[in-house]
């Protein structure tokens, strides 16, 4: 199970973090990541990292803003969002599995960017 949390209204420029809670014997060995759907599109990848952490993947559009992190301990993973632009408005869903392909999902966050 996915529990995100952290998503608000936050100024363009600004920054937000974004948080998940994975439940599950295999929550802390398993890769994660987040997708974002803005209303009228489609779900899109934003980034991805590794069940041990040593390695992350992003999306173009966010490259050298977003930062995902994951702390282990605590079976959470963390979307960090800086610089965010008006464009970055959607609903934010953690995920678990293969990066593109995740096996599981958790419910959305919103995060609306105002300019």
């Known amino acids: 199970q996915l529990q995100a949390s952290g998503g608000g209204l936050v100024q363009a420029g600004g920054s937000l973090r974004l948080s998940c809670a994975a439940s599950?014997?295999?929550?802390?060995?398993?890769?994660m990541g987040w997708f974002r759907q803005a209303p009228g599109r489609d779900r899109e990848f934003v980034g991805a990292?590794?069940?041990?952490?040593?390695?992350?993947t992003y999306a173009d559009s966010v490259k050298g803003r977003f930062t995902i992190s994951r702390d282990n301990a605590k079976n959470t993973v963390y979307l960090r969002m800086n610089s965010l632009k008006p464009e970055d408005t959607a609903v934010y869903y953690c995920?678990?599995?293969?990066?593109?392909?995740?096996?599981?999902w958790g419910q959305g966050t919103q995060v609306t960017v105002s300019s």
């Open positions: 995920v678990a599995g293969p990066s593109r392909i995740p096996d599981y």
């Open positions: 599950g014997r295999t929550a802390s060995s398993i890769g």
């Open positions: 990292i590794s069940w041990s952490g040593g390695s992350t």
